[in-house]
Nanobody, 117 residues
């Protein structure tokens, strides 16, 4: 069993910053990818960013240049630094852990990010 625990989130004004963290514990894989998704009311869940065990990163076009995903392998923690936040970034953000070696797939419970003035 893999446990995915999210922290962070909250409310911020446009142009502000916020950091989300995802701590993964349990029997993890050496070939894993950790992802951040988000879903706003009335919209489909979308991939925001992901990072592999080897620090290879990908970003959605809508967040490139504003969001940074990073990981600490020793702590099994992935962070999402969100800068220059916009109202359209408002959503519930989910951490997803995918283990390539054992085909595991686990989701965090989600955390709400609200960007408004």
């Amino acid at each position: 069993q893999v446990h995915v625990v999210q922290s962070g989130g909250g409310s911020v004004q446009p142009g502000g910053s916020l950091t989300l963290s995802c701590a993964v514990s349990g029997r993890t894989s050496s070939f894993d990818v950790t992802c951040w998704y988000r879903q706003a009311p009335g919209k489909e869940r979308e991939l925001v960013a992901d990072i592999s065990k080897f620090d290879i990163t990908k970003y959605a076009e809508s967040v490139k240049g504003r969001f940074t995903i990073s990981r600490d392998n020793a702590k099994n923690t992935v962070n999402l630094q969100m800068n220059d936040l916009k109202p359209e970034d408002t959503a519930v953000y989910y951490c997803r852990y995918v283990g390539g070696g054992d085909s595991s797939d686990y989701w965090g419970k989600g955390t709400l990010v609200t960007v408004s003035s």
